[in-house]
């Protein structure tokens, strides 16, 4: 729609629709020409700060971690200056992720293989 207007308005300017569709006196092509000059670098401003403005809010709400992270072989704490966090606060305070805390089969049967093991049969675990 943008587009439509922009190409329509400098179409006015440059052919001078008004005087062929009103019969109004003829504009003068220097007065037409300073107007389609003005016009552009408005709309090419316009563009250039709502470009920057989206460019800023986007920029704001997007957190990406990348490099090298220092995470213990041991029990995955990530090395933060001088402080040892979990993989879990160290992702929550330097990206937008959140975390959900689930077990999967493998780790349901490593430790609470009576549980796994009814659940698989079909009987009703005990709670």
């Given at each position: 729609m943008l587009t439509v207007?922009?190409?329509?308005?400098?179409a006015n300017e440059i052919l001078d629709i008004p005087h062929y569709l009103f019969g109004d006196s003829?504009?003068?092509?220097?007065?037409?020409?300073?107007e389609v000059i003005f016009e552009i670098g408005t709309y090419i401003g316009v563009v250039l700060i709502s470009f920057y403005l989206f460019k800023k809010k986007?920029?704001?709400?997007?957190?990406?971690?990348?490099?090298?992270?220092?995470?213990?072989?041991?029990c995955k704490k990530i090395r933060?200056?001088?402080?040892?966090?979990?993989?879990?606060?160290?992702?929550?305070?330097?990206?937008l992720a959140t975390f959900n805390h689930s077990l999967c089969p493998d780790c349901i049967r490593k430790?609470?293989?009576?549980?796994?093991?009814?659940?698989?049969s079909g009987e009703k675990p005990i709670t």
């Open positions: 207007f922009i190409v329509l308005t400098l003829p504009t003068s092509f220097t007065q037409r020409k300073g986007i920029v704001k709400e997007i957190k990406i971690l990348e490099g090298f992270i220092p995470i213990c072989a041991s933060q200056d001088i402080d040892w966090k979990t993989l879990e606060e160290y992702i929550s305070e330097n990206s430790l609470y293989p009576g549980y796994a093991d009814r659940k698989q």
